[in-house]
């Protein structure tokens, strides 16, 4: 294979991928902000950086230069790409080339939100996740103690981390790499990090999308319901984030549930999230959804009472 960078720098090329948003699953009501959101991130242009050269790119692509695929900068096999980073967190898609054997969600692009100054492990025993997942419950103490959250961030999230850390991930050159994929926003981690015009963009370019939050309550934020459900833990916090145009998602410690809400198809008859896609935020109207608690979190697990 001839020499992945001619010159010593790469040129810097701008790509343009055109969005065909007629087979996006969008409300009607949502399709103007995303179709703004698309036309700001579309055409992104990629960095002229020479791998070659670079301690921090080189090792991705010494990995992968027998399997170009065609799709990516320089020929090269790319399985994450980095959506955005600031002083606290690095937010990275992985799932391009290799599927995630996550059975419940299925063939979905999985948005991974990491604090960036240390491993997600240690994140939590400093109590620096608070950057990631804001004022959610299922944190625990702060310690990583009476955790309830259902991510083992030993697993895959440490794994990301690392590979982030070793220059693995290759900053996003278009939103068009989401073309006909379905998206899990939020792997790990509050998905409103993310700018939103860029999560609008990218759901806009994918099939469908799943997605949730529990900084629902934030004024700030309140342009997220269109793509993410308000995630509850009281039938009272439910009847709350619907009044205010929500869909709701809860993780409840056994089948009971409220009149609105509806058990996840996951668990009723075994349907992935990727072929279900009902937890897409208000875009087709206010819903709510239940499931059972589940996970590594689940002995932990204690419902607030109001």
């Known amino acids: 294979m001839g020499s992945l960078c001619p010159t010593k720098h790469a040129p810097e090329v701008s790509l343009h991928f055109p969005v065909d948003l007629r087979r996006s699953p969008l409300h009607h009501a949502a399709r103007a902000p995303i179709v703004g959101a698309i036309q700001s991130h579309e055409t992104n242009p990629i960095p002229s950086l020479c791998p070659r050269r670079s301690r921090r790119w080189f090792p991705h692509y010494r990995r992968n230069r027998l399997a170009p695929s065609g799709r990516y900068p320089w020929g090269c096999s790319v399985n994450g790409f980095i959506l955005h980073e600031d002083r606290d967190r690095v937010i990275i898609a992985t799932g391009f080339e290799s599927p995630s054997d996550n059975r419940k969600t299925g063939d979905m692009i999985q948005i991974w939100i990491l604090v960036r100054s240390v491993d997600p492990v240690q994140a939590i025993r400093e109590g620096l996740d608070r950057l990631i997942c804001g004022s959610c419950r299922h944190r625990g103490d702060g310690t990583g103690k009476e955790r309830s959250c259902y991510v083992n961030v030993g697993q895959a999230p440490l794994g990301i981390w690392r590979a982030w850390k070793a220059g693995a991930y290759l900053p ?51 342009g997220w319901r269109q793509i993410l459900m308000a995630s509850v833990d009281t039938a009272a916090e439910l009847v709350i984030a619907r009044s205010i145009g929500w869909s709701t998602f809860r993780v409840t410690p056994d089948l009971d549930h409220h009149a609105f809400e509806t058990l996840c198809a996951s668990d009723r008859i075994g349907t992935p999230c990727s072929d279900c896609l009902a937890c897409a935020g208000s875009r087709s109207g206010v819903r709510s959804i239940h499931i059972p608690v589940h996970g590594t979190g689940r002995r932990h697990f204690i419902e607030a009472t109001v």
Not at 181 to 209: E, N, Q
Request: glycine share 12%.
């Open 172 to 222: 996003l050159p278009s939103v068009s790499v989401f073309s006909g994929r379905k998206v899990r926003f939020g792997a790990y981690g509050d998905p409103t990090h993310l700018p939103l015009s860029l999560a609008l963009a990218i759901a806009g370019a994918s099939s469908g999308w799943t997605g949730y939050t529990h900084q629902w309550r934030k004024p700030s934020l309140q």
